[in-house]
């Protein structure tokens, strides 16, 4: 007996040591193509009024600024686009397969059904409850997107003001604390100087809101092959060049 329980325990070890072999194997198989870089998830809104004139086709319905796009690359991640016009079950599992979120800027109504201001609810409120779970959960607002953030966390008020800030050159105005803040408690002197003293933020806004870092999260896709499904590499784009903005590409999407 006891003979017996130890060919079978050697037998295991065999297998144990196959299973090994195998897995290390196939890790290093996939290695080539598989990497550790963050994946980011960019709002899709609506296409814009100008967007409409120059795509008349009406087949394209929401599309993302690929500067957006190439920004998150630059900076070594990768891209998912999320749809406006889901529930929340969608948002919930799209959020716990990537690691952070962009909304980005644009010129979309925050008062269209399913819009692209619902969808930002949906993606704050479940940000809000991981990271009260200790899930560090990032979202990033530029512009439209800030003020997206701003009416998220009002309960979906708009206390927005329409504001003239066309093409304007301006300085910043640091508020007392800013030196402890994520954004800036790493620049340098010099450049808080030149952010202070010198007209180098370029503003464009029609809507004001007046006075009144690294990967921290482990979610990921369950299989590369579930990620690759993801990425927006799935979708062409476009240049905007022939019929607008030259630099600028768009994806331009048909849902
Ligand atoms: C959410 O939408 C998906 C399809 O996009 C559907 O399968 C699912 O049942 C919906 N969930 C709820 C709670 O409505
Ligand atoms: C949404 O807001 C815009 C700008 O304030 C307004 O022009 C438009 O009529 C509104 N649309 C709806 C459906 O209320
Ligand atoms: C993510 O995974 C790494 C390696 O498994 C681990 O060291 C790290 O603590 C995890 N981070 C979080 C926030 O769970
Ligand atoms: C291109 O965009 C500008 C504004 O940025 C606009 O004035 C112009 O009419 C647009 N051209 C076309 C062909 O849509």
Redo the contacts with the bound molecule.
Sequence with gaps: MKLLNTNIKIILLIIIEINLIISVASALKHKSHYNQRPIIGILTQQLSHHLK??YPDLKYKSYIAASYVKFIESAGARVVPIWTGRNKSYYNKILNKINGVIFPGGSAFFNETNGYADAGIHIYNIAKEMNKQNDFFPIMGICLGFELLTYAASGAKDHRIRCSSHNQLLSLKFEPGFEKSKLFCDASSDIIDILRDEDVTINFHRYCVTKKATRKNNHSFPSTRDEENHLIYNYPTYYTGP???SFEQCYLFEK
Excluded: R
């Design positions: 004139q120059v019929t607008n903005s």
